[in-house]
């Protein structure tokens, strides 16, 4: 089963985690930002990985530390879902349209955290989120989840449009890398012979 539970508590947030990495796309989200929650749904659906988020943080103060912290502890549950890494595809890609926006996103699931991010948004927010804050996500989901993350959008116009392919990008180039290949027989997609760092 592959599975994680994770439960992260600071001073500026208190953030609880479950997925399934083989589940049905079933996302459960409540992190006070609802457009935030929109991503992550999305995120889910797409990736067919079943996930449960509750989130509650210093809202009062900003987005930041909540959208922050929620991709640390997402990143941190599909590392521990994945175990030493073994027996996956581990490279993933995908080419996203939306309307007028296109997105490209491909990963490594390689144990080797890393964030390009090539995207601009027209807006400095999208509702009462700063779209900075979308970038702040996906390095600590990528550093948590120890995985090499190329995001660029191609060409867009809308805001909602170029985050929402970003985060469906994601979500359709995990669902790829982290499938399991039979013909590994369970070993590391590597010549070194593992991707753990044990």
Request: negative net charge; hydrophobic residues 40%.
């Amino acid at each position: 089963m592959r599975t994680a539970t994770i439960e992260r508590k600071t001073r500026e947030t208190e953030i609880a985690v479950s997925l399934d990495l083989d589940g049905t796309g079933e996302g459960d989200i409540d992190t006070g930002i609802g457009f935030l929650d929109h991503m992550l749904e999305s995120f889910s659906r797409h990736s067919m990985i079943d996930l449960k988020v509750r989130a509650t943080g210093d809202l009062h103060v900003d987005f930041h530390h909540t959208t922050e912290d929620t991709g640390i502890v997402i990143g941190q549950a599909v590392k521990k879902a994945l175990d030493d890494f073994s027996g996956i595809t581990r490279f993933g890609s995908a080419l996203i349209p939306m309307d007028e926006t296109l997105t490209r996103v491909a990963i490594d699931v390689s144990n080797r955290p890393y964030l390009i991010w090539k995207v601009a948004f027209p807006t400095p927010k999208l509702g009462e989120m700063d779209t900075e804050l979308f970038k702040e996500w996906f390095q600590a989901f990528a550093q948590n989840a120890g995985i090499c993350l190329h995001v660029e959008t191609l060409y867009g116009l809308n805001s909602h449009h170029i985050v929402e392919s970003a985060f469906k990008g994601l979500a359709r180039a995990l669902r790829q890398a982290v499938s399991p290949d039979e013909r590994l027989d369970g070993q590391a997609a590597s010549t070194k012979g593992t991707l753990s760092d044990d």
